[in-house]
């Protein structure tokens, strides 16, 4: 019975262990700047050639419901 509690609490100890090593050193940062995409970033306001106006309801529903656009 003795050793089977051991290995029990031995087996639960390694198991939780493996969450602290999870996130890793964070040398990276987590600061997002612009140079690392450009998706979601405000475009140059002197480029722009055309404005679309999009609404939402209180239904979470957009107007137009569709938006076509090319790359470039």
Same mark, same amino acid.
């Given at each position: 019975?003795?050793?089977?509690?051991?290995?029990?609490?031995?087996? &639960?100890? +390694?198991?939780?262990?493996? #969450?602290?090593?999870?996130?890793? $050193?964070?040398?990276?940062?987590?600061?997002?700047? @612009?140079?690392?995409?450009?998706?979601?970033?405000?475009?140059?306001? &002197?480029? +722009?050639?055309?404005?679309? #106006?999009?609404?939402?309801?209180? $239904?979470?529903?957009?107007?137009?419901?569709?938006? @076509?656009?090319?790359?470039?």
């Amino acid at each position: 019975m003795k050793r089977t509690l051991s290995l029990i609490a031995a087996s &639960a100890l +390694v198991a939780l262990s493996f #969450n602290s090593f999870a996130g890793g $050193t964070h040398s990276g940062g987590h600061g997002h700047a @612009s140079e690392e995409s450009a998706i979601g970033q405000p475009g140059k306001a &002197a480029k +722009v050639t055309r404005t679309i #106006n999009v609404d939402m309801a209180d $239904t979470m529903r957009f107007t137009p419901a569709a938006i @076509s656009v090319k790359q470039g």
